[in-house]
């Protein structure tokens, strides 16, 4: 018998046999030795820091819980994340609220709860707060997202600083002071700063950097026009991870300890006060935790072309390749010691051209009743998923030190459809 591979003391092949496939998996151990990582080179080494975990990339019950033990804060960017983080015990003083277009519902919810903070994203957002917290005879925490206008070296589609973008306010002073001198008077708002989030998935500092030194910038703009202290800012995440051999993951301290040194000596240097520094990690501190079980089924062979192997999944469970080209790496988990001598591309089984999970990827001989467990799949797989050719959203489990236990549990083809209806006039005849 072959050897499995194992993941936090589990047997990845049973698990395959306990919860069905696609299955995700994730290792409580790693996300917490990623919200270690955070505490001790970020939370207990500098004062006045938080750490808001970016919950989109994977925002479930039991995440969320694990995280707030873990002593983060959070940031949501719905009002289904935040009725999920609320579900999930989660202190609405210790919740931010991002996000471009929040609707007047999530608003009010949000001020409702009694959220930390909320990132504005522009004017009308300003004025839409404002009347509501009249409205309510409530204030609202809130910080401006303001595009830093920097460039970064990552995929398009997953950039968001660079000028134009529909994320922030633009970098320009004749829009950007009047909507800070309008939070400073306003009765109903207490201003706090100032927010970036630059892009996702980036391997080098250099970015954060420069766009610390806009936001630092304008912190002391804004106290030599307004006399105004800015107590807060926010220079979001997109601190990067390994999903490839080719993928460099710095520790969390080559981004934050030349940010925390940039930003204290900025404020010694002009006798500013240092603000609270946040960040807003998602897929630092759950990708790498995470991976995907699938079991091969069809294999093809195009003589002279390639092997296609076909997962019980795809697209529906991880759409990030078919979104951005998004590589993979992965193995397969039931000839875990076999040596990999055969050519293949995983691709999954939705009805798309784009459904490729792995192109290209040297396996030992690939058979149908294989497990193919995917690596860093945990950020973005199971919060992109969708029902897409009537395909279920799989399962999750949490393993730890040889245990596992569901945390979500794989939709049915009745919850598929439990939200559709027939309109009457089509209701007549024989249905079956
Ligand atoms: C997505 C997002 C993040 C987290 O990005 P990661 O690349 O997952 O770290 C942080 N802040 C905001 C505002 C976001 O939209």
Do not use: W
């Not at 300003?126 to 309510?136: D, G, V």
């Not at 980036?202 to 800015?230: P, R, S």
């Not at 569901?406 to 459809?417: D, K, T």
């Amino acid at each position: 018998m072959s050897e499995h591979f194992i993941f936090d003391g589990c047997d990845t092949v049973e698990l395959a046999k306990t919860f069905q496939t696609p299955l995700y998996v994730f290792s409580e151990t790693k996300i917490k030795e990623a919200c270690q990582e955070l505490r001790e080179d970020f939370i207990e080494k500098y004062d006045r820091v938080r750490v808001a975990y970016a919950s989109k990339a994977f925002n479930t019950l039991a995440m969320l819980r694990l995280v707030e033990k873990e002593g983060l804060c959070l940031d949501v960017v719905s009002g289904g994340e935040l009725y999920t983080a609320i579900k999930a015990g989660f202190e609405a003083e210790k919740i931010e609220f991002n996000g471009n277009n929040k609707s007047i519902e999530e608003l009010e919810m949000a001020l409702d709860y009694g959220v930390g903070r909320i990132i504005v994203d522009g004017l009308q957002e300003l004025e839409l707060i404002q009347a509501i917290c009249k409205e309510k005879q409530t204030t609202a925490n809130i910080l401006f997202r303001i595009t830093p206008e920097i460039s970064v070296h990552t995929h398009e589609y997953i950039s968001t600083g660079q000028k134009d973008s529909k994320f922030g306010i633009p970098l320009d002073e004749s829009i950007l002071l009047p909507l800070i001198q309008q939070a400073i008077e306003a009765p109903e708002l207490d201003f706090y700063g100032i927010h970036f989030h630059i892009g996702s998935q980036l391997a080098e500092n250099q970015t954060h950097l420069a766009a610390a030194q806009v936001a630092l910038d304008l912190v002391k703009k804004i106290y030599d026009t307004f006399g105004y202290t800015v107590k807060e800012l926010n220079y979001g995440g997109g601190f990067g991870v390994r999903y490839t051999t080719d993928d460099i993951r710095q520790p969390f301290a080559y981004f934050l300890d030349p940010l925390m040194e940039k930003t204290i000596a900025f404020c010694q240097e002009h006798k500013l006060y240092r603000p609270t520094i946040v960040i807003e990690p998602g897929r630092s501190i759950v990708a790498e935790a995470g991976i995907s079980l699938h079991t091969i089924g069809a294999i093809k062979t195009l003589p002279g072309i390639r092997t296609y192997a076909s997962i019980d999944g795809g697209m529906t469970d991880n759409i990030r390749p078919g979104l951005y080209h998004a590589e993979y790496e992965g193995i397969l988990a039931n000839k875990y010691d076999q040596a990999a001598t055969e050519k293949v591309t995983i691709s999954g089984k939705i009805c798309e051209s784009t459904d490729i999970l792995v192109k290209d990827i040297v396996l030992p001989p690939v058979e149908t009743g294989d497990i193919f467990a995917t690596f860093t799949t945990g950020a973005y797989g199971y919060s992109m998923a969708s029902n897409y050719n009537k395909i279920q959203i799989p399962a999750a489990v949490f393993v730890q030190d040889g245990q596992a236990e569901l945390v979500v549990e794989r939709q049915s083809y009745a919850q598929i459809i439990q939200n559709e209806r027939i309109p009457k006039h089509l209701q007549s005849g024989e249905t079956r």
